[in-house]
Structures are given as C-alpha cells and as structure tokens.
C-alpha cells in the first residue's frame, strides 16, 4: 500500500529565508506526485505536480520541487519566503491525478 | 477550472444526529471525490462519486455511515449519520476537470465539523 510522510510536523521561517519541507512515499511504482497547499478557510491549491520527465519541477508561486527515485523523495523548495506562504502544506502521490494519498501535512510559520 | 461552493462551512453537531453535506460545482463534472482531514492527519479519500452509479467507498468508509448522493453532474451530497466525536473533522469535496491544462484535480473550501 502507498504512503506518504512529511517528516516535519511545523517549520517556522523567516521572511525572505529559504524553505525546504520533506515528503517521502512508499510506493509500488514511479507514481504521481504533487505539492498542494492550503490556506485557512481555503481549499487546497496545487503548487506543482511531477509524473515524468525533468525530475525538478516548477510551480506557481516560486516553488520548485525535486524528485529523486533513489530516495523516494519529493521535497519542495522556494528559494526566498514572503509572509503570505504560511499556510499548510501537503505532499500527496497517487496513480493519476484523481485518486491520492495525502501526507499529514507541514504547517509554514513566517516570521517578520 | 472548476469552482467549488462547498456547504455548510462549518457545524457544531449533537452525538447520534446526522448532517449532510453538500458540494456544487459551477460546471458538469464526471468524478468527485469526498475527503476526510482529522485533526493533525491527512487527508483520507472516503469514496468517489459518479453520476448515475453507486459511489465506492474506500477500505475503512461503509455507505451507512456515510451515504452519497450523487442527483447531476454539478451536485453531490455527503451525509455523516449517527455522529459520534470520532467524526469531528474537515470534510472536503473535490472534482475531476480532465479538460484543465495542468490542475486535474480542484478542491472545495471544506467543512468543519464537530461533534459534541
């Protein structure tokens, strides 16, 4: 059965520092892996999605992420942090965009 | 993309009462998906919703616990029955859009329950 785990239960970042959150997965196969992040009082918003090709991916809002099969991880990364990325983030993985296992998830304070 | 209107937002809900639920989209859709987030946990993928069939329910979820309806191809509707604490949650509705460039899947805004 899949999995997936987000190691980092809160990570609290200074505004303009750079953010890393780890996601690692089980899986029986090269899956579909996704970045989401949601808002309080909004619903999740896809920052990015990898199911083939160039294994560091670009999304929306400045993040990236890389996949990297020999470690069965998909950690997301921005480069420079602005106070409205706090937010909860969720790395989720699945056999196609539809159906997904959705990691507990990684709560991002900002700090001035 | 698809838009979600997702309600109630919230309720607060007496142990043994049922509450329904219920999510419309602002185009026809053939898929869509009812989400549970407990508190401190993931997501969990109760069951998918098809217009004109059964909904199929995921290991763990039982349609009497958890009736869908599923009228159009816009509406669905999910019923938590006889609550009990356990199912004080988030509940999100979320859809296929197979047309959209890149974002396949949209979310609503979700609900929160609790149960007292």
């Known amino acids: 059965a899949q999995s997936v785990t987000q190691p980092d239960i809160h990570i609290t970042v200074s505004e303009g520092a750079s953010l890393e959150l780890r996601c690692n997965y089980s899986?029986?196969?090269?899956?579909?892996l996704f970045w989401y992040v949601q808002s309080p009082g909004q619903g999740l918003q896809l920052l990015l999605k990898y199911f083939s090709g160039d294994t560091l991916v670009q999304g929306i809002k400045g993040f990236e992420a890389e996949f990297k099969r020999s470690q069965s991880s998909f950690n997301l990364r921005k480069p420079s942090v602005h106070w409205s990325d706090a937010a909860e983030y969720f790395c989720a993985v699945g056999y196609n965009d539809y159906k997904l296992s959705f990691g507990a998830g990684t709560t991002v304070t900002v700090r001035a | 993309s698809a838009v979600i209107s997702q309600k109630p937002s919230r309720d607060i809900c007496q142990r043994g009462t049922s509450l329904t639920i219920q999510c419309q989209v602002d185009?026809?859709?053939?898929?869509m998906f009812w989400y549970r987030q407990q508190p401190g946990q993931s997501l969990t993928l109760i069951a998918t919703a098809n217009q004109g069939s059964e909904a199929t329910y995921e290991s763990g979820f039982v349609i009497d616990k958890f009736p869908i309806s599923r009228p159009n191809l816009t509406f669905s509707t999910l019923t938590v029955s006889n609550m009990s604490p356990e199912d004080s949650s988030i509940y999100l509705c979320s859809v296929e859009d197979p047309y959209s460039y890149d974002e396949k899947l949209f979310f609503g805004s979700g609900t929160q329950l609790s149960v007292l």
């Open positions: 185009s026809q859709v053939t898929m």
């Open positions: 899986y029986g196969a090269t899956p579909y």
